[in-house]
């Protein structure tokens, strides 16, 4: 019973941590899902609303939430509010079934206080979203023991879902194989159980999207064009070192590595198997976290989990040394909050987004609900959230930068749209600023130094095929628009102007 109160008192905590997000703006990541999601339960194919290079886990969640909680930004922030709390009492479950209830209620309030981490934030992207079904395929392995194959099944089915979400727990299956062929007496028959469960939903999705795009166009989308175009296999090299030092150091990721480290010494040696199982798991968990090859703060989130496990484990044996281990130890602890505070300071707003850019954004979506059409595009614009805000359809599947930027020919079937007017508005920055965008993200002809400084920066990604062709189609693409379209409004901001292009009669 006192252990229940703890746990209600650590989830309340999670939850109470997650309530200032619920009014935050949307994310352009987020917008983009809840715009495949919103269209989906409006008769809409997932593949078919925009350019989609993941499995359909996400939008499908961002659609339940929507048919339960409403379709506003505020659904998806309630959602999350309660998918968390599960992820909080899963912590707790596993932690129980390694360790101890002791160290599974530290584990879990660990990963509740990580919930103020830059690393979290109040953000849902397909990072936390993963990290439910990977607890839950981590939790049936778990009460597996070796012999139970229905719970193996289990696993199975749920690192499946896993993979829905996002592709980079993939590397997971390794990690369940490994210790399922060392624990396993049967081991071809407990393998194939866990393959089996694993294929039902991957198998299900995949012929779906098959019959939805086609075989070809979907290993493409969900394969290849990430792999060759947008990942840790594409880019040079010095680009990779550099950003992974800014971005696991930034994350504050770094620190709690290093108080897993300070702790592991202290580790009764006994306990092999569960180190050995966290420690795999943390490596898999990794690897897949740095495929994505942006260095982005949040591919680090899936692993708030295990690290929270292996704190909860450090943690009692840290308070019987020295008072200096336990200060270095703590501070690393500390380390998420302080940079938090820091990104509060400079932002000056607990979602960590500048309020400039969201009243610019609404003030935007304000003027298309009154002036525009079914069909916009916002070209190059930086959030994707205009067209579920304004519950418009988009003529083009392309949301992103990079999947106009790093795949050059897209720009002839803008152009193609355009020319048909197929769009009812057309959304713009003005043309010096499309082409600052540009050269911001793609231009690597600048000293080494100076492009070492652009690592740490918060965008830069010298994945652009052909550079600099793309300035050459932007400065075409400006100077056709007002052959087909007019101008109906300027919206000025401190760095450039947007341009609302309406199609001509």
Same mark, same amino acid.
């Given at each position: 019973?006192?252990?229940?109160?703890?746990?209600?008192?650590?989830?309340?905590?999670?939850?109470?941590?997650?309530?200032?997000?619920?009014?935050?703006?949307?994310?352009?990541?987020?917008?983009?899902?809840?715009?495949?999601?919103?269209?989906?339960?409006?008769?809409?194919? !997932?593949?078919?609303?925009?350019?989609?290079?993941?499995?359909? $886990?996400?939008?499908?969640?961002?659609?339940?939430?929507?048919?339960?909680?409403?379709?506003?930004?505020?659904?998806?922030?309630?959602?999350?509010?309660?998918?968390?709390?599960?992820?909080?009492?899963?912590?707790?479950?596993?932690?129980?079934?390694?360790?101890?209830?002791?160290?599974?209620?530290?584990?879990?309030?660990?990963?509740?206080?990580?919930?103020?981490?830059?690393?979290?934030?109040?953000?849902?992207?397909?990072?936390?979203?993963?990290?439910?079904?990977?607890?839950?395929?981590?939790?049936?392995?778990?009460?597996?023991?070796?012999?139970?194959?229905?719970?193996?099944?289990?696993?199975?089915?749920?690192?499946?879902?896993?993979?829905?979400?996002?592709?980079?727990?993939?590397?997971?299956?390794?990690?369940?194989?490994?210790?399922?062929?060392?624990?396993?007496?049967?081991?071809?028959?407990?393998?194939?159980?866990?393959?089996?469960?694993?294929?039902?939903?991957?198998?299900?999705?995949?012929?779906?999207?098959?019959?939805?795009?086609?075989?070809?166009?979907?290993?493409?989308?969900?394969?290849?064009?990430?792999?060759?175009?947008?990942?840790?296999?594409?880019?040079?090299?010095?680009?990779?070192?550099?950003?992974?030092?800014?971005?696991?150091?930034?994350?504050?990721?770094?620190?709690? =590595?290093?108080?897993?480290?300070?702790?592991?010494?202290?580790?009764?040696?006994?306990?092999?198997?569960?180190?050995?199982?966290?420690?795999?798991?943390?490596?898999?968990?990794?690897?897949?976290?740095?495929?994505? $090859?942006?260095?982005?703060?949040?591919?680090?989130?899936?692993?708030?989990?295990?690290?929270?496990?292996?704190?909860?484990?450090?943690?009692?044996?840290?308070?019987?040394?020295?008072?200096?281990?336990?200060?270095?130890?703590?501070?690393?602890?500390?380390?998420?909050? !302080?940079?938090?505070?820091?990104?509060?300071?400079?932002?000056?707003?607990?979602?960590?987004?500048?309020?400039?850019?969201?009243?610019?954004?609404?003030?935007?979506?304000?003027?298309?609900?009154?002036?525009?059409?079914?069909?916009?595009?916002?070209?190059?614009?930086?959030?994707?959230?205009?067209?579920?805000?304004?519950?418009?359809?988009?003529?083009?599947?392309?949301?992103?930068?990079?999947?106009?930027?790093?795949?050059?020919?897209?720009?002839?079937?803008?152009?193609?749209?355009?020319?048909?007017?197929?769009?009812?508005?057309?959304?713009?920055?003005?043309?010096?600023?499309?082409?600052?965008?540009?050269?911001?993200?793609?231009?690597?002809?600048?000293?080494?130094?100076?492009?070492?400084?652009?690592?740490?920066?918060?965008?830069?990604?010298?994945?652009?095929? $052909?550079?600099?062709?793309?300035?050459?189609?932007?400065?075409?693409?400006?100077?056709? =628009?007002?052959?087909?379209?007019?101008?109906?409004? =300027?919206?000025?901001?401190?760095?450039?102007?947007?341009?609302?292009?309406?199609?001509?009669?």
């Amino acid at each position: 019973m006192p252990n229940t109160k703890k746990l209600l008192l650590i989830i309340l905590f999670a939850i109470i941590i997650r309530l200032p997000y619920i009014n935050c703006p949307m994310h352009p990541d987020e917008g983009a899902y809840a715009y495949q999601g919103y269209f989906w339960l409006k008769g809409k194919e !997932i593949y078919e609303t925009r350019f989609f290079n993941r499995l359909p $886990g996400l939008p499908l969640i961002y659609a339940t939430a929507f048919k339960f909680f409403g379709t506003n930004p505020k659904a998806i922030r309630v959602f999350i509010i309660l998918y968390n709390t599960l992820s909080v009492l899963f912590v707790y479950l596993i932690g129980c079934k390694l360790l101890d209830e002791k160290k599974a209620l530290i584990s879990a309030f660990i990963f509740a206080y990580l919930s103020w981490s830059p690393i979290m934030r109040g953000v849902t992207g397909k990072e936390i979203f993963i990290i439910l079904p990977c607890l839950i395929t981590i939790y049936f392995y778990l009460l597996y023991e070796g012999k139970n194959k229905k719970f193996l099944f289990l696993c199975g089915i749920f690192s499946g879902l896993s993979i829905l979400i996002s592709q980079t727990t993939f590397l997971l299956i390794f990690h369940f194989l490994i210790f399922t062929y060392f624990q396993s007496k049967k081991k071809i028959k407990d393998l194939s159980v866990y393959l089996f469960g694993l294929c039902i939903p991957v198998m299900l999705f995949l012929i779906h999207g098959a019959l939805v795009l086609g075989i070809k166009q979907l290993i493409y989308q969900i394969i290849l064009y990430r792999t060759k175009s947008n990942s840790i296999f594409v880019g040079p090299a010095w680009y990779h070192l550099f950003r992974s030092i800014y971005s696991l150091t930034a994350s504050s990721f770094i620190f709690l =590595i290093f108080a897993i480290i300070l702790g592991y010494q202290y580790l009764p040696k006994e306990e092999k198997f569960v180190k050995f199982f966290l420690f795999s798991y943390l490596i898999f968990s990794f690897l897949g976290a740095i495929s994505g $090859g942006w260095w982005a703060f949040h591919y680090y989130l899936p692993l708030m989990p295990i690290i929270s496990l292996w704190l909860g484990w450090c943690i009692p044996y840290i308070f019987k040394q020295k008072r200096l281990v336990k200060a270095i130890f703590f501070c690393c602890l500390l380390v998420p909050l !302080i940079f938090y505070i820091c990104a509060f300071y400079y932002t000056k707003n607990y979602c960590l987004e500048f309020k400039s850019e969201y009243k610019l954004t609404k003030k935007l979506v304000k003027y298309l609900n009154n002036h525009c059409g079914k069909k916009i595009y916002a070209f190059l614009f930086y959030n994707p959230s205009i067209y579920f805000m304004s519950k418009k359809e988009s003529a083009l599947p392309y949301f992103f930068e990079d999947e106009i930027l790093f795949v050059p020919e897209r720009f002839k079937e803008i152009i193609s749209t355009i020319k048909q007017k197929k769009i009812d508005c057309l959304i713009t920055y003005d043309l010096d600023y499309s082409l600052k965008i540009v050269q911001k993200l793609c231009d690597t002809n600048k000293p080494f130094m100076f492009l070492i400084k652009k690592c740490f920066s918060r965008h830069f990604t010298p994945f652009c095929k $052909g550079y600099p062709i793309q300035l050459s189609f932007i400065k075409k693409i400006f100077e056709m =628009i007002p052959a087909y379209y007019k101008k109906i409004k =300027i919206i000025p901001f401190k760095k450039g102007k947007i341009i609302v292009w309406k199609k001509q009669d």
